[in-house]
Structure formats: structure tokens, C-alpha cells
């Protein structure tokens, strides 16, 4: 797939079977080092880099090590997954995480293979693109000596003088697009014609627009950014790294670049079917905001919604998911509010029952936890326990388990919000000894054993989660692949054919010749495309041969 | 039809659309079964009559006559089991077109079995349908121009077993889209690859004839299989030549992969920057679209280079093709819930 042996040779009249990036440059037997000199070693490996056989053997390799990524979850994509999958593999996690297989799209090995795979494209395209500007500049050879040997021929008899034959045939091959040379003696002439130059220039320009794609693919990894903020409604997000709950930047981004966007999120609407067998799914989401671009700007108001993000210069907000967060009251031993506001639970199934924790280190003279379920419409039986039947809040329910002690919140390691570290916590229990569980609705306030305290279910607001982020260099990755489909297509669908006609004067009239060649690689239509041609240069004409 | 109707009673009609295309499908292969079995009689019979023809060539001259009379004979069995080849294919093909017919009306209808109407791929059980018809669709457009009469059982075949097993395990009762597909991208994005996903198929489908093509050529002209190897016998005298199916895989292929290309890495992206607000996700359908693209960009690369021609650029089609309904099928079964995809499937 070096260049120079692709060059098309001037007078080869061979049908050529590969126009795409092919053959072995001649003389050098593949998988063998020839020369053993530092610089033939190293022309060896670059001809043995830049062939079509890596080429390919690379192209399956890369399918073959993205497939990791998609069994095992990525750490960029999916933390928790992640995670949790650590707890459940403790003795293959350790390999894994050597392996690269937790962020296998970053890993060193996935990496080599691209970029031995873009160095064996570039390898490829240049010295082809050097090839095709030559031949751009090449007439089409001339007509060979037998035109009886190439794979579509015809000829026919006609008493009309070569020059005028000639002449129709020059005309007729221009009107069908393709590049005309004439030479031959003064008693008849030969016309030489080729057309398709554009297949080649398809082909560049997809192996180009590919690297384009990947450049701004890796530009848009290396200073883009993407993070999520889980918003109460009636409350705002102003863009700045503490009001993020997760933040993964690009290697190169710096966060101080941030564009000082702030947002409030004025209302929220789910509507859900009531009715029929599909009764929960969602209908539609969406929540009004009012928005600043800059701190000094004038406030403006955009519809959130799914497919309806809100773009702006720097940064694009999405809704990307919502949930309840239910309002508690929380009063210690001593009578005083230890703890009141909303509490985010996050949805665990399509009906939004959801998992939530409460953390209540005011409490005196213990700290207080809690962690259990909320359920927007609740219902129970004996075989399933307590449930939500459907995602909006028609009928609320909180149903809680209750801890006492220390929550380790002292000792300077960071807690996730979402779990509670029990090392220091106790249950707390009733009299019989079992749990005490606190099964709430809206309004009702459940008094905790042992002079504990007591909580109070206020009711409930909703929360979106929004993922805010910038990803520079789209628009050159979207030129890039719709260059590439559009070169594709052309070193798809474009035929690159030569065409001869040979006129030689015979019997007071003209003997013409009329012969093809598809240098494409695939023949279909050659013989009808030369019949047609000839019955437009000869109209008149006596067919001797056909073929 | 549909004016006047409730959505419930359009969608109980597109059930029973489905339902009847599948039986017409069923009757189809049956067509096409019959069509199969009479030429491997056909087969059977020229090659039975060959020893006696060179015991009739040896035989005294006055046994000349009545040989003639049983080759007339001969000739007129052979004919008229011709005759039923010809009839049972026909029919075959008209119950196709019946099935499809069925199966086109299923499909329009569930498009309005919701309210507002919506197009006819809104989860998996609809994608199903739709592509399925699709490769009905394509295989009947080419019957004629490109003589794939020799498809017919393989396309039923496929038909039944697809439906089948969309029916049992996917079908979904019709209902309104998911917010996460209101968007026009929807048509344009899940449009392009149905479209690509039915040329894959056909082409698929050719490239398996051309595997078994190109083995029956290599036994038969083996010359200790000779005259051993009915089947054999009877493939390739009604698929077309080897060289033939692997131009007309190529070509399938070469329209599928540039729809591909647009439907998994321009269209899909440009609508995951829309509604996740980040192109590319390394979502494990995004993923598996990739490994396909690649592995049929192989397959376009390898076609060309002549070494690669005929059985190996054949195989790598298929393991194409494979990956290509991993992705639809595996994905959504295995990840569910770890793909963003998933609101596609069950």
C-alpha cells in the first residue's frame, strides 16, 4: 500500500483490480526482513506498517479491543457501576484495574492500536495522494496495439470517412464526462479516453476526513468537560466547580475557565400515562428556567426539556433526569431541629420508588441517620412488601430505617451523601427488639424510641439532574465524517473506465474499433456502456464483432 | 381506514396484520419447499438416466427403438417435473408478495396505532417489523432485475423465523413514544439504519449462498465426489455462479456501508450531542455500531484487494453481519440497563 506501486503505468492496458489502498510494492516478499542496515530495517518496517495487510489486521484489532468496553462498565461513563462491580469482583478487580479495562478507551494498548493505525493511514495517503496529483496530469495512454484483447470490444464497418468518426467519437465521449486525447496517422487515428478520476480523489478524501474526525474527536476529549448537578426545583445552579456532583474535564481543560453561566430552575412538569399497557410511561418532562449567560446579563427563559437543551456559547445544559426529594423535619432528644429541608432520593426502577439517605450530625445527644425508600405512589402486599405503582406522587409514602451513634463524618474521609457508613451507628430498635422502621405519609410526624427525637414527613419537592458541558471541536468531527461519507460514496459508486476507439480506413469507407477497460474493479456494464458508445459513433455502422 | 378509528382498534388490526403475514410467509416457504424438492428430483432423475444411456449406446441396434421411446418418455417426465418447479416458485413469490403486502399494511398501521401517529420503530418489536420488511421489500424491488428468484426460500425463511421470534419475545403493546424520542432524528437516525440493516441482511443472505456456492463447485468438481453429491448438484444449477453472488454481495454491500456510515456515525452522533448533550458516549450500542462499521470497512478494503476475494472477504461480511445483530439483539438483552439505548428495547 505504498504509493509508488499503486502509480497507474502509463501504457498498462491489464485490468487493474485495486484502485483502493492496495498492493504490495513489487520485489519485497511480505513478512520477511530483506536487509539487515538500520535504514533498511526501518524502510522494512514502515513498508510493513504502511500495508494493506496491517492496515487491516489493525482495523480488526481496534473492533476487536473496543469490545472490553462494552461488557465491562468504564469509569467515565458509569462510576457507580464501576464500584459496585469492584465490590462484587474483589479478586479479578486488582487484574482489571492493571489492565486498563475500567477506562479501556483511554488505556495505553487501545491507544497504541489507533495510532499505529492513523501512522499506517498516513503512511498510506500521502505518497497516493503524491501518485494520483501525477497521474491527474497523465493523458490517458494511448490506444494499445490489440484492442481486440481488452475485456469489452467491438468493431464495425461504416462508409463514412475516419475524420468524421473521429470526430463524433471525441464529441460524444466529452458529452459522457470523460478526458479525450487524440494522436495517429493522417489515414485514420486513434481517440483515447478516460473518465472517473474522481473514484481516487473519494478515496483521499475519506482516509483524510477519518484522521480529520479523529483529530476532533481527541480535541473535543482533551479541552471539553462534562458534569452533572442535581438542581431542587425553585432552586439554581451557578457554573462553578462546587456546584457540581460529579465534574470530569478534559486533560487539558482548566477549570477556571468555566463560562460564569447561573441558572434557576423556576417550575417542573411529568406527565406519565394513566391509562392502557403501557400505564407509567413517561409522556413527557420538562422544566422551565431562567437563565444568565454572564453574571451582568439580562435573565432569559428557556424550556428544558429531553431534545431540548439549552445551548449557549461555551456550554450546553440537558435535563437528564428528575426525581423527589421529600421534605423532613428532624428533632433530637432535646426537642431543638437538628435537621430541616429537602433530602434527594434517587429513582431506583421506571416507577421512581427511590433510595435516599439522611444524615443529621446536629443531632444531640446522638447523631442521627436514617436511609429507606420513598414511594410516589404507594401501595403493599404481603408477597412483594411495601411498592410504587406508578411514577407521579399520587399517593407518597416514606418508609425508613433509623440509626443512632456516630456517623464518622469527623474523621475527614469523604462520605457519599447517598450511604451511610454504619461502622458507629446503631439500629435503632423498638421495644420488642426488632427494627424501628418509620413508614410515613405527608403531614405526619413519627415519634423515635428512647427519647431519640422525632421526624416529621413535610412533604415533598421534585429535582432534575442536569449535565452541563462543552465539547469544543464538533463541528470539525461533523465535517470530517460527512467529508468521509461523501468520499466514500465516491470511491464507492464512481466508475473509473479507459476508452479507445481506433478508426483505420478501409474498404473507401472506415474500420472502427471500439474497445473499454474498468479499472475499478468490477466490470458490470462495460460491454452495454460500449455497445451504446459505438452505436452513437457509428449510427450507420455494420457490426462485425461483439463481445 | 384509519380516520374514525381508535387507536386501540388500529393497532388490534395491525396485530392481525402481522398475525396473517406470518402465515402467508409460512405458506410462502411451503411454496418454495415444493420448488426445491421437485429439482432435486429433477437432479436425481438426469442423473439416474446417465448409466442407461451408455448401456443404450452399446446395446445391439435392435434395442435402439425403445430406448428412443423411453428417452421421449424421459424427456416428458423431465418436462413436466420442470413444469412444477417453474409453478411452485411462482407461487412462492406471489405469496410473498401477499405476505408483504400483509406485513407492509401491519406496519403502516401501528404507525397510527398511537395518537399523535409516529413512526413505525419507536422500540424494538416495531424495528423489527419495519427492518424485516424492509429485506421484503428490497428482495422483490431486485427479484427481477437482478434474478434472485433462487432467494425466495432463504427471504421466507428469514421472514418467518424474524417475525416469530419478534412475536415472542419482543412484541410490545402499541403506545406513545418515549420523551427521550421526540425528535425528528428519530426518522432520520433509526430510518437509515433499518434501511442499512435490510441491505446488510440481503447481502448478508448472499454472501451464506455464495459460502455454500463455492463449496459445492469445489466438490463436485472433485473428482471422487463425482456424480456422489446430489445436493451439491442441485445448488449449482439454481443459484447463480460464485462470481456472480460475490458481485452482488459486494454491491449489496457497498450500498449498505455509506447508510451505515450515516446512520451510526453522523446521524446517531449529531442527535446524542442533541439529547445527551455529548456526541460520542462510548454507550455500548455506539461501541458495537463501531466495531460493525469497522469490520465491514475491512470487508470493503479486503474486497478490494484482489488477494482477498471470494471465500475470506465472505466470512469477514458475515462476522459483520453477526456483530451488526449482536448489537440489536445482544445489547439490549445482556446491557439493558447499562445502555442509553435501552429505552429501545423492553
Keep these: 500500500m505504498t504509493g509508488a506501486s499503486a502509480a497507474p503505468s502509463a501504457t498498462s492496458t491489464r485490468p487493474e483490480e485495486s484502485t483502493d489502498f492496495g498492493s504490495e510494492p513489487p520485489g519485497t516478499p511480505p513478512g520477511r526482513a530483506p536487509g539487515l542496515s538500520p535504514f533498511e530495517f526501518l524502510r522494512w518496517a514502515w513498508r510493513q506498517l504502511t500495508s494493506m495487510r496491517t492496515a487491516l489486521l489493525l482495523l480488526l484489532l481496534l473492533a476487536l479491543a473496543a469490545i472490553p468496553g462494552s461488557v465491562v462498565p468504564q469509569a467515565d461513563v458509569a462510576a457507580v457501576q464501576v464500584s459496585r462491580w469492584k465490590e462484587a469482583h474483589p479478586d479479578l478487580a486488582p487484574i482489571y484495574e492493571r489492565l486498563g479495562l475500567f477506562s479501556v478507551y483511554d488505556s495505553p494498548w487501545f491507544s497504541a492500536i489507533y495510532l499505529l493505525l492513523m501512522v499506517s493511514l498516513v503512511g498510506c495517503i500521502l505518497p497516493r495522494t503524491a501518485v494520483y496529483a501525477r497521474s491527474l496530469r497523465v493523458a490517458p495512454p494511448k490506444a494499445p496495439r490489440n484492442l481486440g484483447r481488452l475485456p469489452a470490444y467491438l468493431g464495425v464497418q461504416t462508409d463514412e470517412a475516419p475524420d468524421v468518426v473521429l470526430d463524433r467519437a471525441r464529441a460524444a465521449l466529452r458529452r459522457r464526462r470523460y478526458r479525450v486525447v487524440s494522436s495517429g496517422p493522417a489515414d485514420g487515428g486513434s481517440v483515447a479516453a478516460e473518465r472517473g478520476y474522481l473514484r481516487e480523489a473519494g478515496n483521499l478524501l475519506f482516509h483524510v476526513s477519518v484522521i480529520v474526525v479523529l483529530v476532533g474527536f481527541a480535541y473535543g476529549q482533551l479541552l471539553g468537560y462534562k458534569g452533572g448537578s442535581i438542581v431542587l426545583v425553585g432552586k439554581g445552579f451557578a457554573n462553578s466547580l462546587t456546584q457540581y456532583d460529579d465534574f470530569a474535564p478534559g486533560s487539558f481543560y482548566d477549570p477556571a475557565d468555566l463560562q460564569p453561566m447561573s441558572l434557576t430552575v423556576d417550575s417542573f412538569e411529568a406527565e406519565f400515562l394513566r391509562t392502557g399497557p403501557q400505564r407509567g410511561q413517561p409522556v413527557d418532562f420538562g422544566a422551565d428556567v431562567t437563565y444568565r449567560e454572564t453574571p451582568s446579563a439580562e435573565p432569559r427563559r428557556h424550556r428544558l426539556a429531553v431534545n431540548h437543551p439549552l445551548v449557549l456559547d461555551e456550554v450546553s445544559v440537558f435535563l437528564v433526569g428528575h426525581g423527589y426529594a421529600p421534605v423532613l423535619t428532624v428533632r433530637d432528644g432535646n426537642g431543638d431541629v437538628a435537621y430541616s429541608g429537602p433530602v434527594v432520593f434517587l429513582p431506583q426502577d421506571a416507577s421512581f420508588a427511590s433510595f435516599g439517605v439522611l444524615k443529621v450530625p446536629d443531632a444531640q445527644p446522638e447523631q442521627l441517620g436514617f436511609d429507606g425508600m420513598f414511594f410516589p405512589t404507594y401501595n403493599f402486599t404481603m408477597a412483594r412488601g411495601p411498592f410504587s405503582v406508578f411514577p407521579d406522587a399520587l399517593n407518597p409514602a416514606l418508609s425508613m430505617l433509623a440509626y443512632s451513634g456516630d456517623l464518622g463524618m469527623d474523621e475527614g474521609a469523604p462520605q457519599s451523601v447517598f450511604e451511610l457508613d454504619t461502622d458507629q451507628l446503631e439500629k435503632v430498635k423498638r421495644a420488642d427488639q426488632r427494627d424501628f422502621r418509620l413508614d410515613l405519609a405527608p403531614g405526619r410526624t413519627v415519634r423515635l424510641p428512647d427519647g431519640l427525637g422525632s421526624v416529621r414527613f413535610d412533604g415533598w419537592q421534585r429535582w432534575v439532574k442536569l449535565q452541563i458541558s462543552d465539547t469544543p471541536g464538533k463541528a470539525i468531527a461533523l465535517t470530517g465524517m460527512v467529508l468521509a461519507l461523501v468520499g466514500l460514496m465516491g470511491s464507492l459508486f464512481i466508475r473509473r473506465r479507459r476508452v479507445w476507439v481506433r478508426v483505420t480506413s478501409r474498404e473507401g469507407g472506415s474500420y472502427v474499433e471500439v474497445a473499454g477497460l474498468d479499472r475499478s474493479g468490477s466490470s458490470d456494464g462495460l460491454v452495454e456502456e460500449i455497445s451504446r458508445l459505438a452505436d452513437v459513433v457509428v449510427p450507420a455502422g455494420e457490426e462485425e464483432r461483439l463481445r | ?346
Excluded: C
Excluded at chain 2, 101 to 120: C, G, I, K, Q, T
Excluded at chain 2, 147 to 164: C, E, H, I, S
Excluded at chain 2, 202 to 227: I, K, M, N, Y
Design chain 2, 1 to 346: 381506514m384509519i380516520e374514525g378509528m381508535a387507536p386501540a382498534d388500529v393497532a388490534a388490526f395491525s396485530d392481525r396484520a402481522f398475525m396473517f403475514a406470518s402465515i402467508v410467509y409460512v405458506l410462502a416457504v411451503l411454496g418454495h419447499l415444493v420448488e426445491w424438492a421437485s429439482s432435486l428430483g429433477t437432479v436425481a432423475a438426469t442423473r439416474d438416466r446417465s448409466p442407461v444411456g451408455v448401456a443404450a449406446g452399446s446395446s445391439p441396434a435392435g434395442a435402439a427403438t425403445t430406448d428412443a421411446a423411453v428417452d421421449d418418455d424421459r424427456a416428458d417426465v423431465e418436462e413436466r417435473r420442470r413444469l412444477r418447479v417453474e409453478t411452485a416458485g411462482r407461487i412462492g413469490v406471489a405469496l410473498t408478495v401477499l405476505a408483504t403486502v400483509l406485513h407492509a399494511a401491519a406496519v403502516v398501521s401501528r404507525a397510527f396505532a398511537s395518537d399523535p401517529a409516529r413512526v413505525p420503530w419507536g422500540n424494538m418489536y416495531e424495528f423489527t417489523m419495519t427492518g424485516a420488511l424492509g429485506v421484503s421489500v428490497i428482495y422483490l424491488a431486485l427479484l427481477s432485475p437482478l434474478r434472485l428468484r433462487w432467494m425466495g426460500l432463504f427471504v421466507t425463511g428469514f421472514q418467518v423465523v424474524v417475525l416469530m421470534l419478534a412475536n415472542l419475545t419482543l412484541e410490545q403493546a402499541a403506545g406513545p413514544l418515549v420523551p427521550a424520542l421526540h425528535s425528528y432524528w428519530l426518522v432520520i437516525h433509526v430510518g437509515a439504519a433499518i434501511l442499512a440493516t435490510g441491505a446488510f441482511a440481503v447481502g448478508a443472505l448472499t454472501s451464506v449462498v455464495f459460502l455454500l456456492q463455492e463449496r459445492a463447485q469445489r466438490r463436485t468438481q472433485a473428482p471422487a465426489a463425482a456424480g456422489s453429491n446430489r445436493v451439491s448438484r442441485v445448488l449449482l444449477e439454481r443459484f447463480p455462479p460464485p462470481d456472480v453472488l460475490d458481485r452482488l454481495s459486494y454491491r449489496l454491500h457497498a450500498v449498505a456501508f455509506p447508510l451505515w456510515t450515516f446512520a451510526a456515525l453522523i446521524a446517531g452522533p449529531i442527535w446524542a450531542e442533541y439529547a445527551w448533550g455529548s456526541y460520542w458516549n462510548w454507550d455500548p450500542k455506539e461501541v458495537w455500531a463501531f466495531i460493525t462499521w469497522v469490520i465491514y470497512a475491512a470487508y470493503l478494503h479486503a474486497r478490494a484487494t484482489a488477494g482477498w476475494r471470494g471465500r475470506a472477504a465472505a466470512v469477514l461480511a458475515l462476522i459483520g453481519f453477526a456483530t451488526l445483530l449482536f448489537n440489536f439483539v445482544g445489547i439490549n438483552f445482556f446491557f439493558g440497563a447499562g445502555s442509553m439505548h435501552s429505552y429501545a428495547g423492553s
